[in-house]
């Protein structure tokens, strides 16, 4: 199977549709008197165990991976496992994204607010969350690079390459001494 890397633009356009719709809602929660801005302390701290767990299986599947088939450890990496490594990682890139857009839209209109100790603590809470998401989606993009496989030992291999280049040499040398 061949997957394809996520483009960097999947994610800008992810958070720029999350920082409108963050922006949005913080606007509409200001003109209807509702308090639709912030987070609970907990969403940052969930988000983060996600990262750092994905984050730990991008480089155990990676580790698996660029090992010499001979001398690999007993202990077998789960095909299926590394293959739902690699879209926990695709995930985290776009929903980071969105999230990180959705709480940074939240901040901009309210930080007009800020001295009032209720948008204070929401604003906080956001940027908190926000920089979060950020690094989610920094490692879904690493992640992502930790779960793609070293070259078979096709043509495109590096070394494959060498043996043919040396191969076609000698073949050709012991074609003119005949």
């Given at each position: ?14 958070l720029v549709l999350g920082l409108g719709a963050g922006a949005g809602v ?133 070394k494959m390459k060498e043996q043919q280049r040396q191969g076609g040499l ?9």
């Amino acid at each position: 199977m061949n997957v394809r890397r996520t483009p960097w633009w999947h994610a800008a356009i992810a958070l720029v549709l999350g920082l409108g719709a963050g922006a949005g809602v913080a606007v509409l929660g200001e003109s209807s008197g509702t308090t639709l801005i912030g987070t609970p302390w907990f969403v940052p701290v969930v988000l983060g165990v996600i990262g750092v767990i994905a984050l730990v299986l991008a480089i155990n599947v990676h580790q698996y991976a660029a090992t010499d088939p001979k001398k690999r450890p007993k202990t077998f990496v789960n095909p299926s496992v590394a293959f739902n490594t690699l879209v926990l990682c695709k995930a985290m890139i776009l929903a980071g994204a969105a999230l990180a857009g959705w709480y940074g839209g939240q901040i901009i209109p309210t930080i007009t607010h800020i001295e009032g100790s209720f948008y204070e603590q929401a604003v906080l809470q956001c940027a908190v969350t926000a920089a979060v998401c950020l690094a989610d989606m920094v490692i879904g993009f690493v992640g992502e690079w930790l779960c793609q496989l070293p070259p078979t030992e096709g043509p495109e291999n590096p070394k494959m390459k060498e043996q043919q280049r040396q191969g076609g040499l000698a073949g050709a040398a012991a074609k003119t001494t005949r």
